[in-house]
Structure formats: C-alpha cells, structure tokens
C-alpha cells in the first residue's frame, strides 16, 4: 500500500470499501482475514525516478511479513459491517498515535476463530 494512502485514512478507509467489493460483498470482508502492508522497498532508476518494488517478503506459506503490526481481531457483528470496520480503523489510527494516519504499522484485521466454552456450555469469542 502506498503510503499516500496508508497514511490517510480517509483513502485507506476508501481502499478498505474498495477491497471488500473486490472479495465479493460491498458491506464487509466476506470471511476473509485481511494484511495491510506499506510499501517500503523501493527501486530507484538511472534517472533517479523512484518507484515500489513488486516483491513482497514471504514467510512461512506465502504470508507477507508485516514490519510493525497491530493486529485486530474483530467478532462477525463487526467484519460483516462496512460502516463499523471503517470506525475501527479510525480507533486503531488515533490509539496507534496519529488519529490521521496509522503511525507507520502494518494493520492486520483477523476474523474471531478463537471461542471460550464455559461450564455451562455456552460459548463467548
């Protein structure tokens, strides 16, 4: 993600918008863990013009590797809601450090998968 977008978030809300029509519902992620990583690496050419490298660092089965992260684990009320995934990426901006921008981390946004059982068998993420 460029940084022009990364940080604003204005255009990195927009994006998010972008995206989830793209993984196939206009109103939330579709299921769909989602990375958000700047660009950081950088190719620079014989008339000094710069522009974003196209590889992306793998880890393990093909995960881009995020270089400072926060990660945000959000419950199916939430994902499953353009508008509220929109005002979580705001909070996150603002308790990062700069409610205009995301301070320079790489936000992952992570689907609830993990659930508390407890001894009357009702279950809570």
Request: charged share 10%.
């Given at each position: 993600m460029p940084a022009a977008v990364a940080?604003?978030?204005e255009a990195f809300q927009e994006?998010?918008?972008n995206l989830v029509e793209r993984l196939g519902c206009r109103t939330c992620f579709s299921g769909a863990d989602c990375t958000?990583?700047?660009e950081?690496?950088?190719i620079i050419n014989e008339k000094l013009e710069m522009r974003a490298s196209t590889g992306i660092s793998i880890?393990?089965?093909g995960n881009p590797?995020?270089?400072r992260s926060a990660t945000a684990t959000l419950p199916a009320k939430v994902s499953n809601n353009l508008e509220q995934i929109r005002g979580v990426v705001a909070n996150i901006a603002g308790r990062l450090g700069c409610s205009a921008c995301c301070s320079g981390f790489d936000?992952?946004?992570r689907h609830e998968l993990d659930f508390v059982v407890n001894e009357a068998g009702e279950v809570r993420g």
């Open positions: 940080f604003n978030l994006s998010i918008g958000f990583l700047h950081r690496d950088f880890q393990g089965l590797v995020p270089w936000i992952l946004f």
